[in-house]
């Protein structure tokens, strides 16, 4: 091995290094996260049933029927991942009901979870 290769190889096994690049790499996913940022549609299914978990109806779509439009009927949420809802309350909470930021916060904090492991 050449003494440039080896040089490399001490830079790159190096503690400071991997901290480094590691950071580098939670940095970068959350720029992508916060500039990319989509709910689509089983997301916003998601957010809709966290509001009524958060308002006292369970995890739940609310509905309403043409005959009678005051009365609001609540069919549970059926979409997958089912526990997306529960987690996302408490950082809607937190972030005063606003629902983008609490999404944006509960894909970060995963994102950062998900390069550690």
Excluded at 77 to 104: D, K
Aim: hydrophobic content about 55%; proline content about 5%; aromatic content about 12%.
């Amino acid at each position: 091995m050449t003494p440039f290769l080896n040089r490399i190889k001490v830079i790159l096994s190096d503690k400071h290094t991997s901290i480094v690049i590691i950071a580098l790499a939670i940095v970068a996913r959350v720029i992508q996260l916060i500039f990319f940022y989509n709910i689509r549609v089983d997301g916003m299914y998601q957010v809709m049933a966290m509001q009524n978990f958060v308002d006292g109806h369970g995890i739940s779509i609310g509905k309403v029927m043409p005959a009678d439009l005051s009365t609001v009927i609540y069919e549970p949420l059926t979409n997958w991942p089912p526990g997306y809802s529960l987690l996302l309350s408490p950082f809607y909470v937190l972030f005063n009901n606003n629902y983008i930021a609490a999404c944006i916060a509960i894909e970060i904090l995963a994102a950062v979870v998900l390069i550690f492991a």
